[in-house]
């Protein structure tokens, strides 16, 4: 890139809290959002039952609207609300509140499900009440790229506008092309991150389908993990060219080094090595972090809790990172905040930079003791560990084997 991309604003909302500090403390303090919900499915579905989720709860609605001055709860789906909520405070956070962004400034942001709290109420109405007529705005609800409309008609933004949707790394895909885009000279600033919300009956159901949902934890790298927690929420960051932000005086948090990105081409499920081990070498390149000693890199894992994704995520860190992994420290804080999805690769960065800036790495949550198959890795366990380090990889894998891994420097 001929000039470095800075990150400005930070923004988040999840099961832990309604900012990006309320979600901090929570994951610094060994915090989690998951915990047992009644998913009541109403009178035309099964009988309720009770699932580990991590559920956005808490009146945030209202304080998104009380932000923005008027009502949009009839106006957008959770999943578009979740990301205008993060992108609000992401922008005040940079210091670009109060005037159009205009052409010069892109939003790019990922979602893996589209509005599916919109859909089942849609689907009940028509095939559970026997209505022949569907709410009006349900379609532009449903759309996966309504988060990004969202956004951009909020903040004035009239330049490149759209969504990425590659299940668990959409929100990485996000960052990756926001970049390309101030990289190419195309924008200045661009909004990026990912939203879902899937905390619903059908929802939640549906991923329990596959068998990979835990009845108790979702516990990281751990021996006895048995799946992973769904989770609402999303994450915004903007990035922007180092000279737009130095020439108005923005706060700089950390520059974006670029990223990997690969696909595996092969098990719609099962995810492979060679695609994860290739996304994190693609990303250790711009910032030489193949060459440093132990302990100089901060890996925020994409940590499912699932047997399959723990173990081959292992051995891909250790791959890449030789004898170094031993001491490389590895968080995994889907443990507190679920698995997000679209969402996943923004929130983890959003939590791993506050780790950088603070110095703290954030604990696993969950473990109940050591894995064979996650061996020879340094796991941050029982709680924040003080850490002086400069360098962060975010790693997120999705279904389809696509595979990011973003690199930052603080």
């Known amino acids: 890139m001929p000039e470095s991309i800075v990150v400005t604003g930070l923004g988040a909302i999840s099961s832990l809290g309604m900012d990006v500090a309320e979600n901090w403390a929570s994951a610094r303090a060994g915090v989690t959002g998951i915990k047992p919900h009644l998913l009541d499915p109403g009178p035309h579905g099964p009988p309720p039952v009770t699932r580990v989720a991590a559920i956005m709860q808490g009146d945030w609605l209202a304080a998104l609207e009380a932000a923005l001055g008027r009502r949009i709860g009839q ?29 010069r400034a892109a939003v790019v942001m990922g979602n893996g499900i589209g509005g599916l709290t919109t859909l089942e109420k849609a689907y009940e109405r028509f095939f559970g009440l026997k209505a022949t007529k569907i709410h009006p705005m349900t379609v532009p609800r449903v759309m996966v790229s309504a988060l990004v409309s969202a956004v951009a008609m909020e903040f004035g933004v009239t330049g490149p506008v759209f969504a990425t ?6 929100a990485g895909h996000a960052i990756i092309q926001g970049a390309g885009l101030i990289a190419t000279g195309m924008v200045d600033v661009a909004v990026v991150g990912g939203s879902e919300c899937i905390g619903s009956p059908g929802g939640i159901r549906s991923w329990e389908g596959l068998q990979a949902m835990s009845d108790t934890m979702l516990r ?26 130095e020439a108005r005086g923005a ?41 440093p000693g132990a302990g100089q890199v901060l890996i925020s894992a994409h940590g499912t809790g699932t047997p399959l994704n723990d173990k081959n995520e292992a051995e891909a860190i250790r791959a ?8 490389t420290p590895v968080i995994a804080t889907k443990s507190a905040h679920g698995h997000t999805l679209g969402a996943t690769a923004a929130l983890q960065a959003v939590l791993a930079l506050k780790a950088l800036e603070t110095g703290y790495a954030p604990p696993i949550l969950g473990y109940l003791g050591p894995d064979e198959d996650c061996a020879g890795l340094d796991l941050v366990l029982g709680e924040a560990r003080p850490i002086s380090i400069r360098n962060l990889l975010v790693n997120a894998f999705a279904f389809g084997g696509l595979n990011v891994c973003l690199a930052f420097r603080r």
């Open 320 to 327: 890449v990172f030789g004898d170094a992994a031993a001491s």
């Open 75 to 103: 106006t957008f789906d959770p999943f578009a609300a979740f990301a205008l909520k993060a992108s609000h405070e992401a922008l005040g956070h940079a210091g670009l509140l109060g005037q159009p962004l205009g052409s």
């Open 251 to 291: 706060p700089i948090l950390a520059e974006f080094l670029g990223g990997g990105m690969t696909s595996d081409a092969g098990h719609l499920t099962q995810p492979g090595l060679e695609g994860v081990v290739g996304a994190m070498r693609q990303a250790c390149a711009p910032g030489g972090f193949l060459e």
């Open 165 to 170: 949707s590659s299940a668990c790394a959409s």
């Open 220 to 245: 990281p790298f751990s021996a006895g993990r048995d799946g992973m927690a769904i989770g609402d929420g999303a994450a915004a960051l903007v990035i922007e060219r180092r000279s737009h932000a």
